[in-house]
């Protein structure tokens, strides 16, 4: 592990630096660095694959400006997945080389560069859009979760789009801005369409979104909630301490995880790492992965 990597927020030259260096390692075949596409303001979105490309989990972060710890926590597995491959040993007792033989995986570490880096930099990462940003914001970018449109992308799936603008309306939003408002259409966004292309085209088993914060676990999505999501849902709970919850008001739809179970009636997870106040402190970092180094195995093999 790249210690010095983990000692900052993840600003996004430093994010393509970790993805090239791990590019340098893949051999193509049963590893590889790919771009999705790219951001509103043409930051790259990457993607890591591991082991087996006919059975995939997805895991996803940096849904949220603000939640990049989740993008660190994914790339904290990914050195611990990438060392335990090159010296063929166990990592919390799983031989990874093996299970990646039957287990693929692929990690979308920060899915909303933009969005990351304005809840950082502020107007500085957002050149021709400052004077929405700062319209949108009031010069606030603390509570930036949005991308640099100021749409929410986690309300931005279509899955009960219509419903997920009614909670808006009720809630006061109406227009861009920091945070939970779900855009104009389904998939206005560039962000949103890219991994939703990309999922279209692959075998993805099963879907983790990463979110922060609550220690909670979501896998429900109306009547096309797989059965299986149940039990997998339970083993993530059981391995992590995490409560099995539900989501209420405008965090009931237009998420990925939604659109995911209600396009593949496959089993979608939102793990809402961490407790307190976003954006959590780096500090927490070690601690969070510690406790969700099982869960994140058993993701990844279930």
């Given at each position: 592990?790249?210690?010095?990597f983990?000692?900052?927020?993840?600003t996004f030259?430093r994010i393509?630096?970790k993805m090239?260096?791990?590019?340098?390692?893949?051999?193509?075949k049963?590893?590889a660095?790919?771009p999705?596409?790219?951001?509103v303001?043409g930051?790259?979105?990457?993607a890591?694959?591991?082991g087996?490309?006919?059975?995939?989990?997805?895991?996803?972060?940096?849904?949220?400006?603000?939640?990049?710890?989740t993008?660190?926590?994914?790339?904290?597995f990914l050195d611990d997945?990438?060392?335990?491959i090159?010296q063929?040993?166990p990592l919390?007792?799983?031989q990874?080389?093996?299970a990646l033989?039957h287990?693929?995986?692929v990690?979308?570490?920060?899915l909303?560069p933009?969005?990351?880096a304005?809840?950082?930099?502020?107007?500085?990462?957002a050149?021709?859009?400052?004077r929405?940003?700062?319209a949108?914001?009031?010069?606030?970018?603390?509570r930036?979760q949005?991308?640099a449109h100021?749409v929410?992308?986690?309300h931005?799936?279509?899955a009960?789009?219509?419903?997920?603008?009614?909670?808006e309306r009720?809630a006061?939003i109406?227009?861009?801005g920091?945070?939970?408002?779900g855009?104009?259409?389904?998939?206005?966004?560039p962000?949103?369409?890219?991994?939703c292309?990309?999922?279209r085209?692959?075998?993805?088993?099963?879907?983790?979104?990463f979110h922060?914060?609550?220690e909670?676990?979501?896998?429900?999505?109306?009547?096309?909630t797989?059965?299986?999501?149940?039990?997998?849902a339970?083993?993530?709970?059981s391995?992590?301490?995490?409560t099995?919850?539900t989501?209420?008001g405008?965090a009931?739809h237009?998420?990925?995880?939604d659109?995911f179970?209600?396009?593949?009636r496959r089993?979608?997870?939102?793990?809402?790492?961490?407790?307190?106040?976003?954006p959590?402190?780096?500090e927490?970092?070690?601690?969070?992965?510690?406790?969700?180094?099982?869960?994140?195995?058993?993701a990844?093999?279930?």
């Open positions: 592990m790249e210690s010095s983990y000692a900052n927020p993840p030259p393509r630096e090239l260096s791990y590019q340098s390692v893949c051999d193509g049963q590893s660095v790919f999705i596409g790219r951001s303001l930051r790259g979105i990457y890591v694959r591991l087996n490309p006919r059975k995939v989990s997805l895991f996803v972060g940096g849904v949220h400006g603000q939640e990049w710890l993008c660190l926590l994914l790339f904290r997945l990438m060392t335990s090159a063929n040993r919390a007792d799983i990874v080389k093996k033989d287990h693929g995986l990690v979308i570490p920060a909303n933009d969005g990351i304005i809840a950082l930099e502020g107007l500085a990462a050149p021709g859009l400052q929405q940003l700062l949108w914001s009031g010069g606030d970018f603390s930036w949005a991308n100021g929410d992308l986690n931005n799936f279509d009960g789009f219509a419903l997920c603008k009614q909670a009720q006061g109406f227009g861009p920091p945070g939970k408002y855009g104009p259409a389904p998939e206005s966004e962000e949103t369409r890219a991994i292309r990309w999922i085209t692959q075998p993805v088993r099963q879907l983790y979104a922060s914060q609550g909670e676990i979501y896998y429900r999505y109306g009547d096309h797989p059965p299986r999501a149940q039990l997998i339970q083993v993530l709970a391995s992590s301490g995490y099995l919850a989501p209420t405008t009931s237009g998420g990925l995880k659109w179970i209600q396009a593949f089993p979608g997870f939102t793990i809402e790492i961490g407790r307190g106040q976003n959590l402190p780096i927490e970092l070690e601690p969070i992965y510690a406790r969700l180094i099982e869960m994140l195995l058993a990844m093999i279930l």
